[in-house]
């Protein structure tokens, strides 16, 4: 396991994703005993990353559910091409062919294929990312954990379709609603917290790579001590490199050159009026030399 | 699923082991069901068991399911392996989720915000179904404590219950909301007029096909809770079914007020509870005062109406309606939350009291425009509020 643990974590760091030893286990594990991951945590904390990078590290093709409130089935799942069902009709009345039966109607001809169908239904195992599930109604929940269990789809018209390949499979939940029992206990879970310093550093640098040492550590050592402070939003790693991609446009080569720069690029890490308010020039420049 | 790929028949004592982990996580209130002990013998099978930190780290997404979950299954972890040996002492309660019986022997600590120190929702879920149904349909194991009265709680640990049950039954009620409108629905199908009237460009042919589709909604619930001195009985209470509704309703905001307006919305929402309570203790420091009701909603509508409120929302007062401000001013007040919200609701723990009449200047001044005023000073009646919801 050690040996397929590093295998992972090479491939994970190649492709750009600073990951603990934590979640490159629960990584591991997902792929192993074939059970959905379950990922929560905070906005900004790279749970979407993980399914690409998943795609990426299993060279398999990606596919994404992005849920909403009022997803339904017709979205998620499958639909019936009716225009073209209507056309082939007319067009068999008109030139007076014989033989378009209902049951070629309903075929896989007509059938659009939305994601978890599709996910599948490829030959090649996929990486299915259902993103933010938890926007998304019970109901929907429901039906998405039968299709996890079971892996077969049951469309009425044209009858149960199995699964010709497994795919793995990442949940994202930002906990704005509970999720059900049923659909926790089906999954593995893991928490993705706020990086630590040395964590947010090493992604920093990765992401960012034509930065100076010195100013990335002291953007990391700012945005640790913004998160210590009351905020409403919470910046998350998304903020962060935001930020650094801003401060390197403006050529800074440290915070403490031109604090002003500093109050004028926030907008990059707080995103709430109430925030902003919060956080008065004096207060950042403190945390600027704080950090310098 | 396949039988684990790197089979090494690991020794006796470590299944044993194991299985007596799995039933120690179980008792400590985890998710831990056949597949996940079935799981951790593979896991195990598949990596190197002397190694503990990948054992701990393997069983953790495993076993856990929430945010609770994650946080003390160190400590659950720890409790087991650094005794060495199994020990199958089931009761031992450890962590932040004790079982029940235990959480409720606590003694009940104010102001710091341990009252958000609570077995894990999920949990509490479970065990209703073992509860009765707070009135609806259930047995009768709980019909006093739906009928007793929120300030006749006689010890710390009815209370605490009683807390319990509030942010329970806030969640059923969105549960029985959507049941409703699942029954009356009557499913997607094609609306065959508007079909019609579609294919008139077509010259007849249903090109495109209508659909006709309920949209099934909740309403949006914004919960003003009045915390000023002559509420301090139920305030906890009210704050427990705030997280309830916040936990349940998507979109909903809660929002605390004595002589100002805090909200506490995205604290209550925090997943993490120690994080919480720290910041729920923060932000309570100065609770139990007076109240201004009309300075309270002013400043409500000033800074959060506009984004909070909508077609949908139905706004929920609870008060007792003493204030010291003028009445025009708070019928100002209420009348611009009514223009923007779908339904005005008031709810008065007093109004319980057989002796009691809405007497005070702000209450006769409010009444004609509130939409639906009623009591909130037991689970029976808050468990009512369902009704109020339904059909918005």
């Known amino acids: ?292 | 699923m396949k039988p684990g790929t790197t089979e090494l028949q690991p020794d006796r004592q470590l299944i044993a082991q194991l299985t007596g982990f799995s039933r120690f996580a179980r008792a400590q209130n985890f998710n831990v069901g056949i597949q996940e002990s079935v799981d951790s013998q593979r896991l195990a099978a598949s990596i190197d068991v002397t190694n503990q930190r990948q054992l701990r780290i393997g069983l953790k997404t495993l076993m856990c399911s929430s945010v609770g979950d994650w946080e003390r299954f160190d400590t659950v972890f720890d409790a087991y392996w650094k005794r060495e040996q199994p020990r199958q002492n089931t009761q031992a309660s450890i962590g932040g989720k004790a079982p029940r019986q235990s959480a409720l022997a606590e003694p009940r600590q104010h102001g710091d915000g341990a009252m958000f120190d609570i077995p894990d929702a999920n949990a509490l879920d479970a065990q209703g179904a073992s509860d009765g149904n707070l009135g609806h349909g259930g047995a009768s194991a709980t019909e006093s404590i739906n009928t007793r009265n929120f300030d006749q709680l006689s010890n710390a640990a009815e209370l605490r219950s009683m807390e319990e049950l509030a942010e329970r039954l806030a969640r059923r009620i969105r549960q029985r909301l959507l049941r409703r409108q699942r029954i009356d629905r009557r499913g997607e199908r094609v609306d065959m007029r508007s079909t019609a009237r579609a294919s008139l460009r077509y010259g007849g042919i249903p090109m495109l096909l209508s659909f006709r589709r309920r949209r099934r909604q909740t309403p949006k619930l914004v919960l003003l809770l009045d915390v000023s001195r002559s509420m301090s009985v139920y305030s906890y209470l009210f704050l427990r079914f705030a997280r309830g509704i916040l936990g349940a309703f998507k979109g909903a905001d809660a929002f605390a007020f004595h002589t100002r307006l805090v909200h506490i919305g995205e604290t209550m929402r925090e997943p993490g509870r120690r994080k919480m309570r720290e910041k729920m203790a923060l932000i309570s420091a100065g609770w139990d005062g007076g109240t201004r009701i009309d300075k309270s909603l002013e400043a409500f509508n000033r800074h959060y109406a506009r984004n909070v409120l909508g077609s949908r929302s139905v706004v929920i007062i609870v008060s007792d309606g003493y204030d010291t401000g003028e009445p025009e001013e708070l019928c100002k007040q209420l009348r611009r939350i009514k223009r923007r919200s779908r339904r005005l609701i008031w709810l008065n723990p007093l109004l319980g009291n057989e002796n009691y009449r809405p007497s005070t200047r702000c209450i006769m001044a409010a009444l004609p425009l509130i939409d639906i005023f009623a009591p909130a000073h037991n689970l029976e009646s808050l468990s009512a509020l369902e009704q109020h919801l339904a059909g918005i």
Request: net charge negative.
């Open chain 1, 1 to 292: 396991m050690k040996a397929a643990l590093d295998k992972m974590r090479q491939r994970v760091t190649d492709a750009g994703y600073i990951a603990d030893q934590a979640l490159l286990t629960s990584l591991w594990l997902m792929s192993e005993l074939n059970r959905p991951l379950l990922l929560e945590g905070n906005a900004g904390v790279g749970k979407t990353e993980v399914g690409k990078i998943l795609a990426d590290v299993f060279d398999r093709s990606l596919i994404r559910l992005q849920c909403y409130e009022g997803l339904d089935v017709n979205t998620a799942v499958y639909e019936w091409n009716y225009q073209r069902q209507l056309l082939a009709i007319r067009r068999q009345e008109i030139l007076h062919e014989e033989g378009l039966s209902e049951a070629q109607l309903f075929s896989e001809t007509y059938l659009m294929k939305r994601p978890l169908l599709q996910s599948i239904s490829e030959e090649q195992p996929t990486v299915l990312l259902i993103d933010e599930i938890d926007r998304a109604d019970e109901e929907f929940e429901a039906y998405l954990l039968e299709v996890l269990s079971d892996f077969q789809i049951s469309i009425p018209e044209l009858g149960t379709i199995k699964a010709s390949s497994i795919p793995l499979v990442i949940l994202t939940s930002n906990g704005t609603r509970e999720l059900s029992d049923a659909l926790r206990r089906r999954c593995l879970y893991h928490y993705i917290d706020y990086p630590d310093y040395d964590k947010e550093l090493r992604i920093v640098l990765a992401r960012a790579p034509g930065i100076g040492a010195n100013l990335a550590a002291q953007i990391v050592a700012f945005v640790q001590n913004l998160r210590q402070q009351d905020l409403r939003k919470v910046p998350g790693v998304a903020e962060t490199l935001d930020w650094t991609a801003a401060l390197l446009r403006l050529d800074m080569k440290s915070l403490g050159d031109n604090p002003d720069a500093v109050v004028a690029t926030l907008g990059c890490l707080l995103k709430t009026r109430e925030d902003i308010d919060a956080m008065p020039a004096e207060v950042i420049h403190g945390l600027v030399a704080k950090a310098s």
